[in-house]
């Protein structure tokens, strides 16, 4: 289940945001320190992270954006801030943040972007997961297989191919089928996003 971090350290601030979350059915922890976030999100955190531009202490939520950034790169990030300028807002969108709201924020346009971001995490997972299996599928794949792969996806026909490789078309037809069967796709078309998948991913 979905759930809702955020970061304040105005404890009148995090009591109202927690309030307000829980009354809309959202399930949210409230946390004072990005040492109290960062170990409340644990390992693996399904949902999304609300941040406060000024941590105090000198500390800047942009700086934390990195961090989370790196830590877990599908979960996504809203900024809400007393005295954001263009630029900050420009350079927290820029990093992948979903939204920068200003305080004080409606409660309709705060759960508006909560749900925006939980939808944003929820794609993000689901590319996560499918790169994944790609690159699972690609190692299954022989060197042989691997050349025929690339040729076919880049819109080679089976004598192209077999001419570029120095092997027969028909051999080629043989390993094109097997390449097919590892990677799970059923057409030329299927096998070219695939390709193009795991080019993006080097």
């Known amino acids: 289940m979905s759930e809702v971090w955020l970061l304040d350290d105005d404890a009148g601030v995090r009591r ?4 307000l979350l829980l009354a809309s059915g959202v399930r949210a922890t409230a946390c004072a320190t990005a040492a109290e976030l960062l170990a409340a999100l644990g390992e693996a955190p399904r949902g999304c992270v609300i941040l406060d531009l000024d941590l105090g202490g000198g500390a800047s939520g942009l700086d934390l954006q990195d961090e989370l950034s790196q830590r877990h790169p599908t979960l996504p990030i809203l900024f809400l801030s007393g005295r954001g300028s263009v630029a900050t807002s420009v350079r927290a969108m820029k990093q992948g943040a979903v939204d920068f709201l200003e305080k004080p924020v409606e409660a309709d346009a705060l759960l508006a972007a909560i749900e925006a971001a939980l939808h ?27 050349e025929v792969f690339v040729l076919i996806a880049r819109g080679c026909t089976n004598a192209e191919a077999g001419e570029l490789l120095g092997i027969a078309a028909g051999t080629v037809k043989l390993h094109r089928a097997r390449v097919m ?13 695939m390709h193009a998948r795991l080019e993006s991913l080097t």
């Not at 109202?16 to 309030?19: D, K, M, N, P």
């Not at 995490?121 to 691997?146: I, S, V």
């Not at 069967?181 to 996003?193: D, G, I, M, T, Y």
Request: cysteine-free.
């Open 120 to 146: 944003r995490g929820r794609d993000a997972e689901l590319d996560a997961l499918a790169d994944a299996e790609a690159q699972a599928a690609a190692a299954r794949l022989t060197e042989r297989e691997r």
């Open 16 to 19: 109202g945001l927690r309030r």
């Open 181 to 193: 069967q590892k990677l799970e796709v059923h057409s030329v078309a299927e096998l070219a996003r």
